[in-house]
């Protein structure tokens, strides 16, 4: 079963700066790619960006150019920095591989774009 567990998340104003930490355990993380994800109130979880083994990474058009996804194999851990953050980026944000391969998700970590 994999163990993920999201950190990073809080409350920012709009324009400001948050970076996501994703730690992954009991799979070969070297070698799955690995997403975030986001899902805010009311609405679906929605893909946002994904990394693959090799560090080629996609994004959504929502993120692009404010959103920067990585992988530290050595810590099995993804990053998400997040810059020029906006209220419709408040949602709970999720790591997993890509595509899901395993049963279940982590907590999240909330993310709050607020004045």
């Known amino acids: 079963q994999v163990q993920l567990v999201e950190s990073g998340g809080g409350l920012v104003q709009p324009g400001g700066s948050l970076r996501l930490s994703c730690s992954v355990s009991?799979?070969?993380?070297?070698?799955?790619?690995m997403a975030w994800h986001r899902q805010a109130p009311g609405k679906q979880r929605e893909l946002v960006a994904f990394?693959?083994?090799?560090?080629?990474?996609r994004y959504d058009d929502s993120v692009k150019g404010r959103f920067t996804i990585s992988r530290d194999n050595a810590k099995n851990t993804v990053y998400l920095q997040m810059n020029s953050l906006k209220p419709e980026d408040t949602a709970v944000y999720y790591c997993?591989?890509?595509?899901?391969?395993?049963?279940?998700w982590g907590q999240g970590t909330q993310v709050t774009v607020s004045s």
């Open positions: 009991r799979i070969p993380f070297s070698n799955v790619a």
């Open positions: 997993n591989t890509q595509p899901v391969l395993y049963v279940g």
């Open positions: 990394i693959t083994t090799g560090g080629d990474t």
